[in-house]
């Protein structure tokens, strides 16, 4: 007995049963320390503490936008060029307003000169050349950019769609617009050939005016309507060569031969004696015949 409680005096590893049981409970306690809370924090979890995508999301852009916010208010402090207070559209801000963000009088009125066409796009904005960058990295996302105006048919255009019958021999160059595919250029050109004519006698006869496309009788024939007793027709009995020969459908040596045969004649009686000068052919005879009379 002597001897066993000797040994364990000379072992300095020796670690007596009592020691033992101290160092077991002091582990424990320190365990206990450690998890006691996470235990609890997992038993006390609800519902209501887990958040949805949509609010993880929402939380995500707020904290951005606080974040850009707040580092545009840092930028700006220390400058003399301020963050708009609210999302503005430039064709509407005032030089005053233009001022408070820190432009001089004779920028703010530059920008909105420039701002009153309506500022489109980021690029449009930064063509601006009087806005420093400064200026322009602070408003670039409160700014409100001018949508495309949507295209207004005009009443002319609007009226080319609803004309119904329109008196080819008294319209004026103004009335041949409305129709689909005729300009200024083409109604002027109507007009006056009309004019050398007397009148149309067909529709077919606008293929003779300069420039005019022959398919597009399809088109606004269907708009038009001809009254040839609105022709004005030259009296053959009384016409000089002069006059007979400002008809389009008469050159000078017809006309003049007219004239010869009527001098003969002392007046022609029938439209067909004209037919009796070599110069008139059939063809000739059938297209002056609307516009002559005795």
């Not at 007219?258 to 002392?266: M, T, W």
């Amino acid at each position: 007995m002597t001897t066993k409680s000797s040994n364990k005096n000379e072992n300095p590893l020796y670690i007596s049963r009592r020691s033992r049981r101290g160092v077991y409970v002091f582990v424990l306690c320190c365990l206990a320390l450690v998890y006691a809370p996470r235990v609890l924090l997992f038993m006390n979890q609800s519902d209501d503490a887990i958040l949805t995508t949509e609010e993880i999301t929402y939380f995500h852009e707020t904290h951005k936008n606080t974040v850009e916010r707040k580092s545009k208010e840092y930028k700006s402090k220390g400058s003399k060029y301020k963050v708009p207070p609210e999302k503005f559209d430039p064709a509407t801000y005032s030089a005053a307003q233009w001022m408070n963000l820190g432009l001089s009088e004779k920028q703010a009125n530059v920008v909105v000169k420039f701002a009153s066409r309506g500022i489109k796009n980021e690029e449009q904005l930064k063509q601006i050349f009087v806005i420093p960058d400064q200026l322009f990295s602070l408003i670039k996302d409160s700014v409100i950019y001018t949508l495309p105006k949507v295209y207004e048919k005009t009443e002319k255009e609007i009226t080319k769609n609803e004309i119904i019958l329109l008196e080819l021999n008294t319209a004026t160059a103004d009335d041949l617009e409305k129709l689909k595919g005729i300009g200024p250029y083409l109604a002027s050109k109507i007009v006056n050939f009309r004019t050398q004519l007397g009148g149309f006698n067909q529709l077919e006869q606008l293929v003779e005016v300069y420039k005019f496309p022959p398919e597009l009788i399809e088109t606004i024939g269907k708009f038009l309507k001809l009254d040839p007793s609105m022709i004005r027709k030259i009296n053959i009995n009384s016409a000089t060569t002069e006059e007979l020969n400002s008809h389009p459908y008469l050159n000078w040596n017809q006309a003049n031969s007219i004239v010869k045969i009527r001098q003969q004649k002392v007046k022609f009686t029938s439209l067909e004696q004209l037919k009796e000068s070599v110069l008139i052919d059939e063809k000739t005879y059938k297209k002056i015949l609307p516009y002559v009379t005795l």
